[in-house]
């Protein structure tokens, strides 16, 4: 079982920074794509950034050069700088992580419970 613990949210006027973690724990054999969605009310969830197993970070485009996702590997934690927020930044912020076996086989997704941010204008 592999469990995800985001922190970080909280509230911050338009133009000011916050950043998320995300910590993985449990049975981890090797990790496949790990990564950031959000959701805003009313709204589907939608990717934000994910890393991938062959170590490219995409990004959506509503977010590239003002968020920075990374991650420590040793301590199966990922990050996420967000700079220069906006209003329609505003959501539940969730981390997404999909594992491999050590046979091939693939695991997950799994998803944290997320972390509200909210942007006031």
């Known amino acids: 079982q592999v469990q995800l613990v985001e922190s970080g949210g909280g509230l911050v006027q338009a133009g000011g920074s916050l950043k998320l973690s995300c910590a993985a724990s449990?049975?981890?054999?090797?990790?496949?794509?790990m990564g950031w969605y959000r959701q805003a009310p009313g709204k589907e969830r939608e990717l934000v950034a994910v890393?991938?197993?062959?170590?490219?970070?995409n990004y959506a485009d509503s977010v590239k050069d003002r968020f920075t996702s990374s991650r420590d590997n040793a301590k199966n934690t990922m990050y996420l700088q967000m700079n220069s927020l906006k209003p329609e930044d505003t959501g539940v912020y969730y981390c997404?992580?999909?594992?491999?076996?050590?046979?091939?086989?693939?695991?997950?997704?799994?998803w944290g419970q997320g972390t509200q941010v909210t942007v006031s204008s």
């Open positions: 997404n992580l999909a594992a491999l076996t050590p046979w091939g086989g693939r695991l997950g997704p799994y």
């Open positions: 449990g049975s981890i054999f090797r990790i496949n794509a």
């Open positions: 890393h991938r197993n062959d170590g490219s970070t």
